[in-house]
T-cell receptor, first 111, second 113 residues
Framework: GQNIDQPTEMTATEGAIVQINCTYQTSGFNGLFWYQQHAGEAPTFLSYNVLDGLEEKGRFSSFLSRSKGYSYLLLKELQMKDSASYLCAVRDQKGFQKLVFGTGTRLLVSP | NAGVTQTPKFRVLKTGQSMTLLCAQDMNHEYMYWYRQDPGMGLRLIHYSVGEGTTAKGEVPDGYNVSRLKKQNFLLGLESAAPSQTSVYFC????????????FGSGTQLSVL
């Protein structure tokens, strides 16, 4: 089976740093994605990891450890506009490489 | 520069009615997908297509049908709507490469009474 776990909700303060964790158990692994979704809007791509290590993109970084089935999304210098849901998704290897999404982490940034 | 366009944005159906959701992309993407998003469930794949004229079942295909007659369009049909199909539906597309990200449409809020 496939299982992706993320915290349901997190809160943080403007200007702070927050780390959103994602653990996964899938039948295969061929990459992990993070998407951002503001309330009432479509998900938008943030990052992609397929090899172990840290990928940095501006204020956002994503880390992957394949041996531990673990990833995190790090958001620095938080802004109010970062209040959104963050979706972890894993691409498996069985047949067509479908994305399996976690339930998402709702992040609330307060002043 | 439209990307992925879904219509309609909102729809209310009565149980047993039928409808079709339309998805169009102008990025020449090979792959297209239909997802549904429910509270506490995350995005779940309904059907997908790897090219014009092809369709395949995803994780939750029952009660839905799809067609991909043209590369740029992917239609999702509900033949006899049920309250369990109340959800937000997202269409998405991507290039063929395994590392390619999904581009999502703006979503359709469907309520079945």
């Amino acid at each position: 089976g496939q299982n992706i776990d993320q915290p349901t909700e997190m809160t943080a303060t403007e200007g702070a740093i927050v780390q959103i964790n994602c653990t996964y158990q899938t039948s295969g692994f061929n990459g992990l994605f993070w998407y951002q979704q503001h309330a009432g809007e479509a998900p938008t791509f943030l990052s992609y990891n397929v090899l172990d290590g840290l990928e940095e993109k501006g204020r956002f970084s994503s880390f992957l450890s394949r041996s531990k089935g673990y990833s995190y999304l790090l958001l620095k210098e938080l802004q109010m506009k970062d209040s959104a849901s963050y979706l972890c998704a894993v691409r498996d290897q069985k047949g067509f490489q479908k994305l399996v999404f976690g339930t998402g982490t709702r992040l609330l940034v307060s002043p | 520069n439209a990307g992925v366009t879904q219509t309609p944005k909102f729809r209310v159906l009565k149980t047993g009615q039928s409808m079709t959701l339309l998805c169009a992309q102008d990025m020449n993407h090979e792959y297209m997908y239909w997802y549904r998003q429910d509270p506490g469930m995350g995005l779940r794949l309904i059907h997908y297509s790897v090219g014009e004229g092809t369709t395949a079942k995803g994780e939750v295909p029952d009660g839905y049908n799809v067609s991909r007659l043209k590369k740029q369009n992917f239609l999702l049909g509900l033949e006899s709507a049920a309250p369990s199909q109340t959800s937000v539906y997202f269409c998405a597309s991507s290039l063929r490469d395994r590392a390619e990200k999904l581009f999502f449409g703006s979503g359709t809020q469907l309520s079945v009474l």
